[in-house]
């Protein structure tokens, strides 16, 4: 059984791209099912006849334009595991169901992170070979009738495609799909928020990595402090409960800032997420930057003696906290010192189409391991940089 899950994901990755040609070179109408009978119609070579088609029988050919006051009358229901049936394609040889698809909507960001993006910039991919927006509801579509039940958005920054707020009105509108989420940096968030809200996005992140406005002119190379403090405010005010803040903690940089980040979930429902500093091209990664799960808890627990852990789902990526007295929440990302590839369910569609289905691994639609190499193995393994993979 493993092997034959194992060997249809990679007859699949093997026939992503093709299929992504086939995809572009059709034409797109609201009538059209081309492109789902093109998918449809993949065959498994003969000497793996044992192993099923991708079923996509209950998938539409056509998505219509839905308004925003549709969406917002017909939210997203609120994730559970019941009900849910995952095809065995979702399923690799270690029995993980990977029912959250990653989708990276561009690859421009409107800040220039020094853990995301290398200082001279990044060659971008000329706009007609990324995704159009069709094209990400199609392959949506695909993979929700699948079993994915969960998307997140992600970019470099996905509030700069200009079809943001259409995008996530057909999603929404997938049958199966319980969860639409989103990673921003907040920094042109607060005035397209409501009408995301309405459309749709149920879930949201914000990335902030310090409250000092100087040093996120810093860290960023840009300004904006304010405006992504205001982003904040506005999802809590819109009813967004908790509101994520992650932040990458860098030693020298942001680490004595921990516990002023903590207080923000003394009277708001924000939680916030320390992440440890992940290496990837060109943002200078050195061990001695990384500041550990351990020492981050340590400074926490020393501070606030009412710290307690909390019950994680067996697929998240954060151990979670919560300090008595608190309305928000602290979690803590171990990619490094802790993985949890055990429990992974997360599969990546970059912005270009490409398939990845490790955020370390350097691979992309290839076999999906048991667990991603060792910290330093990670330091000297050639990747993309993060501002391309979308987190």
Known sequence: MNGRKLGYLRLYAQSWRS???????MAFDSTSDDVI???????????????????????????SQRSLATAAANPLPESSAENTIVSDMLVDSFGRM????????????????????PAEGVELTPKPELLSQDEVIRLANLFVASGVDKIRLTGGEPTVRPDIEDICVRLTSLKGLKTLAMTTNGLTLAKKLPNLKAAGLNLLNISLDT????????????????????????????????VKVNCVVM?????????????????????????EFMPFDGNVWKVKKLVPYAEILDIVAQRY??????????????KNFKIEGFQGTVSFITSMTQHFCSGCNRLRLLADGNFKVCLFGPSEVKKKKAAHAGMLDLAKTPNRPMIHIGG
């Open 19 to 25: 299929t992504l040609a086939t995809i572009r070179n």
């Open 37 to 63: 009978q093109s998918l449809s119609s993949y065959q498994i070579p003969a000497n793996n006849s044992s192993l099923h088609p991708f079923s996509i029988s209950h998938v539409n050919g056509g998505l």
């Open 98 to 117: 990977h029912t959250y698809l990653r989708i990276s909507l561009t690859e421009r960001c409107n800040l220039r992170c020094q853990y995301c993006m």
């Open 211 to 242: 409250l000092v406005p100087a040093k996120f002119e810093f860290l960023t190379r840009r300004k904006g402090h304010a405006k992504v403090l205001e982003a904040i405010d506005m999802a809590i005010n819109l009813g967004y409960n908790p």
């Open 251 to 275: 030693r020298g940089l942001n680490d004595d800032e921990i516990c002023d980040f903590v207080e923000m979930t003394r009277e708001k429902p924000i939680n916030v997420r320390f992440i």
């Open 305 to 318: 003696k009412g710290l307690k852990r909390l019950q994680d789902h067996p697929a998240d990526t954060a």
